[in-house]
T-cell receptor, first 113, second 113 residues
Framework: KAGVTQTPRYLIKTRGQQVTLSCSPISGHRSVSWYQQTPGQGLQFLFEYFSETQRNKGNFPGRFSGRQFSNSRSEMNVSTLELGDSALYLC????????????FGAGTRLSVL | DQQVKQNSPSLSVQEGRISILNCDYTNSMFDYFLWYKKYPAEGPTFLISISSIKDKNEDGRFTVFLNKSAKHLSLHIVPSQPGDSAVYFCAASGGDSSYKLIFGSGTRLLVRP
């Protein structure tokens, strides 16, 4: 069974640009969550989607947004990039809407210059 | 306000000995706890979890202990192997955070041959 797949693995952008990251969950998983990992703040929750609905959102500015498609694939968008957005962005999926175990992808490393 | 704390940034143990990683939490609404292992440039890998209705859960060489009154959990690895060298994160969920994981800052474990 394939794991969580995130694309691209690496991205380099400049300040002010926008970026879209993609996540394909484990087959059959319907919940997708996004996290940001930075050296200073650690792993922080961005948002979670289940059946195309956002159920939870972390404390991030509105420049961070996401969506989930009917096949459970998810995308995350960051607009007007800032230097501080440089981070590893991790996607995780879980089997049902109530499952607490989340399985992570390898992440997308975003560098903002 | 850090709700999940891993106070030891690093730990070094001899191969074959026990590794004990500790984690404290402050939110009494947390009712599910997980441990993840992370290698550089990879996403976190789920190791083991425990519900608040239990005080111990075992899976092979890994055992997690939960002390609810002290709001403390620990991960024991016995025997430790060099391949266990990685960063270990504890995470918690529950209450209004049921669908998101709150992570500690991680402990880097080095198992010396």
């Amino acid at each position: 069974k394939a794991g969580v797949t995130q694309t691209p693995r690496y991205l380099i952008k400049t300040r002010g640009q926008q970026v879209t990251l993609s996540c394909s969950p484990i087959s059959g998983h319907r919940s997708v969550s996004w996290y940001q990992q930075t050296p200073g703040q650690g792993l922080q929750f961005l948002f979670e989607y289940f059946s195309e609905t956002q159920r939870n959102k972390g404390n991030f500015p509105g420049r961070f947004s996401g969506r989930q498609f009917s096949n459970s694939r998810s995308e995350m968008n960051v607009s007007t990039l800032e230097l501080g957005d440089s981070a590893l962005y991790l996607c995780a999926s879980s089997f049902t809407g109530t499952s607490r175990i989340q399985y992570f992808g390898a992440g997308t490393r975003l560098s903002v210059l | 306000d850090q709700q999940v704390k891993q106070n030891s940034p690093s730990l070094s143990v001899q191969e074959g000995r026990i590794s004990i990683l500790n984690c404290d939490y402050t939110n009494s609404m947390f009712d599910y706890f997980l441990w993840y292992k992370k290698y550089p440039a990879e996403g976190p890998t789920f190791l083991i979890s425990i519900s608040s209705i239990k005080d111990k859960n075992e899976d092979g060489r890994f055992t997690v202990f939960l002390n609810k009154s002290a709001k403390h959990l620990s991960l024991h690895i016995v025997p430790s192997q060099p391949g266990d060298s990685a960063v270990y994160f504890c995470a918690a969920s529950g209450g209004d955070s049921s669908y998101k994981l709150i992570f500690g800052s991680g402990t880097r474990l080095l198992v010396r041959p």
